[in-house]
Nanobody
């Protein structure tokens, strides 16, 4: 059974930091591109960052470049998103996503709220 379990969300003040984690099971983790998406109320779900499988390429949305860092640990089957210098506009539900050439899996999401 495939599972993606996110953790680490919460309430933080502007300028603060949070670290999100996603623990994966039920599929060959190293073969999958691992991504973080986010969805704010009333908006579409947008890509935040991706760490590809083979080759290890990393890409970020322009809005988070220089503030967020994605990393993956294939041995531990985890992907993390370190978020620094958080802004109110970063408020959203953050989702972990695993994808290969044939299928994709979503986590249940974790809420991040940036507010004073």
């Amino acid at each position: 059974q495939v599972q993606l379990v996110e953790s680490g969300g919460g309430l933080v003040q502007p300028g603060g930091s949070l670290r999100l984690s996603c623990a994966a099971s039920g599929f060959t983790f190293s073969n999958y591109d691992m991504s973080w998406y986010r969805q704010a109320p009333g908006k579409e779900r947008d890509l935040v960052a991706v760490a590809t499988s083979f080759g290890g390429s990393i890409n970020y949305a322009d809005s988070v470049k220089g503030r967020f860092t994605i990393s993956r640990d294939n041995a531990k089957r985890t992907v993390t998103l370190q978020m620094n210098s958080l802004k109110p506009e970063d408020t959203a539900v953050y989702y972990c996503y695993a994808r290969d050439s044939w299928r994709g899996y979503w986590g249940q999401g974790t809420q991040v709220t940036v507010s004073s």
